[in-house]
Nanobody, 113 residues
């Protein structure tokens, strides 16, 4: 089964930026991929989606601030996060949008006020 490894999280002040990376051990070619996040005490939510064709969609809460992209040759998906807010604090995960595999460990993003 494909394994996913997220990285790039950290502690940042409000208004700052981070770029998250997701490395897949198998091909993401023609696969829709999503970035998800889970804040303490809350359910995991989808924040950004890139379709198999490359179109993108975002949750309203991150629209205009986050950008999802991918490098098919590297089997990697990225999430550029700008103008971060304290409410973006969460563990961020990537996964296949259809037919998700086992979740990775995620990467912690903490935004201080």
């Amino acid at each position: 089964q494909v394994q996913l490894v997220e990285s790039g999280g950290g502690l940042v002040q409000a208004g700052g930026s981070l770029r998250l990376s997701c490395a897949a051990s198998g091909s993401i070619f023609l696969k829709a991929m999503g970035w998800y996040r889970q804040a303490p005490g809350k359910q995991r939510e989808l924040v950004a989606l890139i379709s198999h064709a490359g179109s993108t969609n975002y949750a309203d809460s991150v629209k205009g601030r986050f950008t999802i992209s991918r490098d098919i040759a590297k089997n990697a998906v990225y999430l550029q996060m700008n103008n971060l807010k304290p409410e973006d604090t969460a563990v961020y995960y990537c996964n296949f949008y259809l037919g998700p595999v086992n979740w990775g460990q995620g990467t912690q993003v903490t935004v201080s006020a």
